[in-house]
């Protein structure tokens, strides 16, 4: 099983940053697609940003393309989310997701517990 834990979060005035950290456990990380999702009260989960195994590819949604970067750090066995010039909008739960791809093309996806993203204006 692939463990999961959010760091990072908190309290910030808009146009501010954080730094979302993800620590991963059990089995092979290097081969998990990862990403961060958010969701705010009364919404679906929506996705934000996506890195492949290598690093080489990622992927964000049209609201943070631009102002947040996904990472990776292998050797470390962790994921960022460098988030600048946030926006009351941005206000959410964000979640880490690690998402390992069967035989067959089944997908198992992981989830942390969540970290609480607070943007006042």
């Known amino acids: 099983q692939v463990q999961l834990m959010e760091s990072g979060g908190g309290l910030v005035q808009a146009g501010g940053s954080l730094r979302l950290s993800c620590a991963a456990s059990g089995g092979t990380f290097s081969t998990y697609a990862m990403g961060w999702f958010r969701q705010a009260p009364g919404k679906e989960r929506e996705f934000v940003g996506g890195?492949?195994?290598?690093?080489?590819?990622?992927y964000y949604s049209d609201s943070v393309r631009g102002r947040f970067t996904i990472s990776r750090d292998n050797a470390k066995n962790t994921v960022v989310l460098q988030m600048n010039s946030l926006k009351p909008e941005d206000t959410a739960v964000y979640y880490c997701?690690?998402?390992?791809?069967?035989?067959?093309?089944?997908?198992?996806?992981?989830w942390g517990q969540g970290t609480q993203v607070t943007v006042s204006s």
């Open positions: 997701n690690a998402r390992i791809i069967q035989v067959l093309g089944y997908v198992n996806d992981y």
């Open positions: 890195i492949s195994g290598t690093g080489i590819n990622t």
